[in-house]
């Protein structure tokens, strides 16, 4: 029970992190992206949306990290091993992602000449876009890896891997390629309700095209899923998971037609509840199992004692944390500082 109630708390992080840092990385996808008239302005949008948060985001993956080494030490041990090639560079594209993302803001030319960026900003907002497309790809995949039993563990902690490696298989790459595109829908909606005017039509038509793509990686994944993951495949349409799978499916309608009937208030809330029921049905599906087919919640599980400091002790930590993020994003996100187009912009975005 103890195990089970830590492997919670994990996904529940896991859950945190994807819609609040995912939408961060979809951010920086659509600054790449950005074209037309009014490329600066959304730029601009996106600076402003993020410039606040985006590092306290990451307090999520900390924990989620912190949460594996302590309550499941051998899960973490043999992920270490066989995933340590796309985690590191998973850090290395945060690293250079954050870096970016300053240094563009403070350069030279950027400071003297707002809105109108030189060539070292532009190079700096090159690496910033790269490094937010290429990171939740390896996020994707380093989650397709676990699930379809790319890697083995046997006696002792030591891992094998047969063939290819697990992260370059094929429902890897799909699922890299889904991360992706989650990311870019979860920022285009938050981008679309946190503008207005011309700027938010931009965003809104982006959403619907990253929605689209959302829909377009799923009808690749479930048929990998099938095939190379079938543990997985039943675990979706057991008893346990399929509940929460179809709020995730009805959450997505709704945040399609919310889009299409220009609410983007109720689009973030239903795109919210998206990502986190599709997240939690995996666990929920992937459950018991932390690494497929040998590791599993209880098999990699520390001692009770640890278990139950770690869950004890969890409560007061988010008494101080929750507060904090909750202050951070009232001063920052509460106020009504919607960006809107420049005047006398015109045109598509």
Known sequence: MPAD?????????LIAYAVLAGADFGGGIWDALAR????????????HAMGPVWEANHVWLIFVVVLLFTCFPRAYAALSVALFTPFHLVLLGIILRGAAFVFRAYSPQSIRRPGAPGRQARRWGAVFGAASVITPVLLGMCLG????????????GVVSIAGAAPWLRPLSLAMGGFALAVCAYLAAVYLANETEGALRADFRRRALWAGTAVVAMSVLVLPLLRARAPHLWHGLLSARAWPVIAVGVTAALLSGWALWRHRPRLARTATVAQTACLL???GIAQHPYLIYPDVTVHTAAAGEATLRFVLWSTPFGMMLLLPSLGWLFRVFKGEAMRLTDAPGEGGAG
């Open 5 to 13: 109630l830590a492997a919670g708390l994990a996904l529940a992080a």
């Open 280 to 282: 939690a049905g995996w």
């Open 145 to 156: 890896a676990v699930s379809a039993g790319g890697v083995h563990v046997g006696a002792g």
């Open 36 to 47: 037309g008239p009014r490329r600066d302005a959304q730029r601009d949008a996106i600076a």
